[in-house]
């Protein structure tokens, strides 16, 4: 039998929660006495192989301008891939449903369908 995922909280996930809230901060630690303790105190406790300053900088406004640039490109990616209002394709498409249930009792709520663009100019436009 196979285990049910639910979202509800295990004893797997906080320990996996709380594993990667003390690898954050460890990291956070890390970084920040990477970027403002000063070479020369780190050579003096013996830790001599760190990345240059400049990446300390560097690192999170490359990040930041990844993340501008992937919205940008999603944006494109959507303007490009959206038909433009002069299309036929967007009145209808091969998924609309357009049938005719037929006769149906008086008190029935018919079912959901497309409406024909012809009916619809017919219905708000024709002067009765």
């Known amino acids: 039998m196979t285990q049910e995922h639910r979202p509800s909280p295990t004893p797997e996930r906080a320990i996996y929660g709380y594993v990667l809230y003390l690898a954050s901060y460890i990291g956070l630690g890390l970084y920040l006495v990477w970027a403002y303790i000063p070479d020369s105190w ?3 406790i013996g830790l001599t192989y760190w990345p240059q300053k ?32 002069t299309s036929v394709n967007i009145i209808t498409d091969s998924h609309a449903n357009t049938q005719d249930p037929g006769p149906l009792p008086p008190d029935a709520i018919p079912p959901l369908r497309d409406l024909d663009i012809v009916e619809v100019n017919r219905l708000l436009y024709l002067d009765r």
Do not use: D, E, M, Q
């Not at 999170?60 to 038909?83: D, E, R, S």
């Open 54 to 85: 400049y990446w300390a900088v560097a690192l999170p406004v490359y990040l930041c301008v990844i993340i501008l640039l992937f919205y940008l490109t999603y944006l494109g990616l959507i303007f490009i891939n959206t038909t433009p209002l």
């Open 42 to 44: 780190l050579s003096a």
